[in-house]
């Protein structure tokens, strides 16, 4: 009999997550990974689920534990933005609908203002937290009035019995 094991929504990512973070060691803001390195790393071609899974779980990975954030360079590969990048990325997120203006607003708390050169680089990144705050925190509240108005009942009606 083979040694198998039963997976859940699929093997595990951390693996070949752990490889490219291994591999590629310390990203710098400007730095460009290519995709024909991502595959040799992987030992699979970009359009396979596989690579976009792993892909995206490492990029979430260095979002959130190293402040690293990605921005794509098509038929190229990714680029690691500065802080400069990041902000122009939260602003343009911020124009489309509500799921977007909250991962903008992760983007703009990424930031580090003091790293933002140039006084009108700051000045925006000032309008653009100041929007975000306001607008994801109407969003917010008007979504848990919604919860709270259409909240399902704690137990279904009994059916009223009919007596023959």
């Given at each position: 009999?083979?040694?198998?094991?039963?997976?859940?929504?699929?093997?595990?990512?951390?693996?070949?997550?752990?490889?490219?973070?291994n591999e590629l060691g310390r990203l710098v803001a400007g730095n460009t990974i290519?995709?024909?390195?991502?595959?040799?790393?992987?030992?699979?071609?970009?359009?396979?689920?596989?690579?976009?899974?792993?892909?995206?779980?490492?990029?979430?990975?260095?979002?959130?534990?190293?402040?690293?954030?990605?921005?794509?360079?098509?038929?190229?590969?990714?680029?690691?933005?500065?802080?400069?990048?990041?902000?122009?990325?939260?602003?343009?997120?911020?124009?489309?609908?509500?799921?977007?203006?909250?991962?903008?607003?992760?983007?703009?708390?990424?930031?580090?203002?003091?790293?933002?050169?140039?006084?009108?680089?700051?000045?925006?990144?000032?309008?653009?937290?100041?929007?975000?705050?306001?607008?994801?925190?109407?969003?917010?509240?008007?979504?848990?009035?919604?919860?709270?108005?259409?909240?399902?009942?704690?137990?279904?009606?009994?059916?009223?019995?009919?007596?023959?």
């Amino acid at each position: 009999m083979t040694d198998s094991k039963l997976y859940f929504r699929g093997p595990p990512l951390e693996p070949e997550v752990t490889k490219l973070r291994n591999e590629l060691g310390r990203l710098v803001a400007g730095n460009t990974i290519r995709h024909e390195d991502i595959e040799r790393i992987l030992r699979r071609p970009r359009t396979e689920n596989r690579y976009k899974s792993v892909v995206c779980a490492w990029r979430k990975a260095l979002m959130n534990e190293e402040n690293i954030i990605f921005t794509a360079v098509i038929g190229v590969g990714l680029l690691v933005l500065d802080d400069v990048g990041k902000m122009n990325d939260a602003y343009k997120l911020c124009r489309r609908g509500a799921r977007q203006m909250a991962k903008a607003e992760t983007y703009s708390v990424k930031v580090r203002r003091e790293q933002l050169a140039d006084e009108s680089d700051a000045r925006r990144y000032d309008h653009l937290r100041h929007h975000l705050s306001s607008t994801v925190g109407v969003v917010e509240k008007e979504m848990r009035l919604l919860h709270e108005a259409f909240k399902a009942p704690e137990q279904l009606p009994k059916p009223k019995l009919v007596n023959s």
